[in-house]
C-alpha cells in the first residue's frame, strides 16, 4: 500500500460544470501526477508536481489546471468539463527515499460528463 | 512512432504456457525501466523493475537490451491469475514527467 487515496472515486457530471479531484498521499513522496487511461491511447500524463507549488505541464494538459498547496494533497481541476475529458483519471507518486523513481498509482477516480 | 513501443496482443495462452512480451524505446538516454500489471478496471500495479543484468522474480524474468533498446518480460507456467494487461514503463530520470508508459499487452490464460 502506498498510501494514495483519490476522491471521488466516481462522478458523473454535466459538460460545462467545474470538477475537481483530489489525490492525498501519506508517504512524503516528493512528485505527483495525474494521468489519464482511455481505450487505445494508454495512460497520458496530464500535469504533475515536483514540489509545493511547483507544477508543469504533461502531454494532454489543455482543459485542466492543478494545484499543489501542500506535499501530501495535488488537485486536478476540469475548469468547464467536456464530454472528450469522460475517461478514468489516476493518481500517482514517485520520489521517496525508501522507493526512488518508481511510480505508485491511485485507485482511480470514473468520471463521467454527460 | 511511438517512445515506447508494445505489442497490444491479444495473447491468449494455455496455462501452464511459457510467454515473452517485447518493449522497444526509441530514446537513448533512458535510464530506468519498469513492468507494471494492470487487470480490468483497476490502476496498474508494480510488477518488477528491470535491471541491466536482467532478473528473475519467481516465474517471471525481465531483460534489458541497451545495445538494440527493448525490454522483455518472459512468464514461465502461466497461471489463470496472470491474466492482465502488462504496461512497460521507461524512465529518463527520477521525475516520472520523463517517463514513458507503453500501451500495454493484454494476455489471456485459459485453462
Known amino acids: 500500500d502506498a498510501g494514495i487515496t483519490q476522491s471521488p472515486r466516481h462522478k458523473v457530471t454535466e459538460t460545462g460544470t467545474p470538477v475537481t479531484l483530489r489525490c492525498h498521499q501519506t508517504?512524503?513522496?516528493?512528485?505527483m501526477y495525474w494521468y489519464r487511461q482511455d481505450p487505445g491511447h494508454g495512460l497520458r500524463l496530464i500535469h504533475y508536481?515536483?514540489?509545493?507549488?511547483?507544477?508543469d505541464k504533461g502531454e494532454v494538459s489543455d482543459g485542466y489546471s492543478v494545484s499543489r498547496s501542500k506535499t501530501e494533497d495535488f488537485l486536478l481541476t476540469l475548469e468547464s468539463a467536456t464530454s472528450s475529458q469522460t475517461s478514468v483519471y489516476f493518481c500517482?507518486?514517485?520520489?521517496?527515499?525508501?522507493?526512488?523513481?518508481?511510480?505508485?498509482f491511485g485507485e482511480g477516480s470514473w468520471l463521467t460528463v454527460v | 512512432r511511438k517512445e515506447v513501443e508494445q505489442d497490444p496482443g491479444p495473447f491468449n495462452v494455455p496455462e501452464g504456457a511459457t510467454v515473452a512480451f517485447n518493449c522497444t524505446y526509441s530514446n537513448s538516454a533512458s535510464q530506468s525501466f519498469f513492468w507494471y500489471r494492470q487487470d480490468c478496471r483497476k490502476e496498474p500495479k508494480l510488477l518488477m523493475s528491470?535491471?541491466?543484468s536482467g532478473n528473475e522474480d519467481g516465474r517471471f524474468t525481465a531483460q534489458l537490451n541497451r545495445a538494440s533498446q527493448y525490454i522483455s518480460l518472459l512468464i514461465r507456467d502461466s497461471k489463470l491469475s496472470d491474466s492482465a494487461t502488462y504496461l512497460c514503463v521507461v524512465a529518463r530520470g527520477a521525475n516520472a514527467g520523463k517517463s514513458t508508459f507503453g500501451d500495454g499487452t493484454t494476455l489471456t490464460v485459459k485453462p
Open positions: 528491470v535491471y541491466s
Open positions: 500517482a507518486i514517485s520520489g521517496s527515499a525508501v522507493s526512488g523513481n518508481t511510480i505508485y
Open positions: 508536481s515536483y514540489g509545493v507549488k511547483d507544477t
Open positions: 508517504e512524503n513522496h516528493r512528485y
